[in-house]
C-alpha cells in the first residue's frame, strides 16, 4: 500500500488545518488507519486513530477535543482535521496503514505502511 500524505503548511497559532493522505489501492478499506507526527529532536508520537469502516476512533490526550479523524472509503482517504492549533503542533504528520487487524493500535510497531510525511508549522 503506498500512502501520499498532503495538506500541510503554516498556519498561525489558534488557526485550523487539514491534512489529509491517499491510499494507492482498495484494500485501503480493509484498513485501520492512524495518524503520527514528529517534531524537530523529538520521536514520532500517535495521534489518533479509525478503524476501517470509521465506526471507532482513538485520540491521543494531546490532541482530544482539537483533532478529528475521518475517512472517505469511497476515495481510499483519511484525513486529520486540526483545530486551535499550537505552536507545539510543529511537527511532521505521518499517515499510516496497518494490515488489517481487529485492534486499533496507537504504537508505531503496529502499522506496516507509512506515507512521507507532511510538514505543519503553527506560528505564534
Known amino acids: 500500500v503506498q500512502l501520499q500524505a498532503f495538506g500541510g503548511g503554516l498556519v498561525q497559532a489558534g488557526g485550523s488545518l487539514r491534512v489529509s493522505c491517499a491510499a494507492s489501492e482498495r484494500t485501503f478499506i480493509k484498513r485501520n488507519m492512524a495518524w503520527f507526527r514528529q517534531a524537530s529532536g523529538q520521536e514520532r508520537a500517535f495521534l489518533a486513530a479509525?478503524?476501517?469502516?470509521?465506526?471507532?476512533?482513538f485520540y491521543a490526550d494531546s490532541v482530544k477535543g482539537r483533532f478529528t479523524i475521518s475517512r472517505d472509503n469511497a476515495k481510499n482517504t483519511v484525513s486529520l482535521q486540526m483545530n486551535s492549533l499550537k505552536p507545539e503542533d510543529t511537527a511532521v504528520y505521518y499517515c499510516?496503514?496497518?494490515?488489517?487487524?481487529?485492534?486499533?493500535?496507537?504504537?508505531?510497531?503496529?502499522?506496516?505502511?507509512w506515507g512521507q510525511g507532511t510538514e505543519v508549522t503553527v506560528s505564534s
Open positions: 499510516a496503514a496497518d494490515d488489517g487487524t481487529w485492534v486499533l493500535g496507537v504504537s508505531e510497531n503496529e502499522y506496516a505502511y
Open positions: 479509525i478503524n476501517w469502516s470509521g465506526g471507532r476512533t
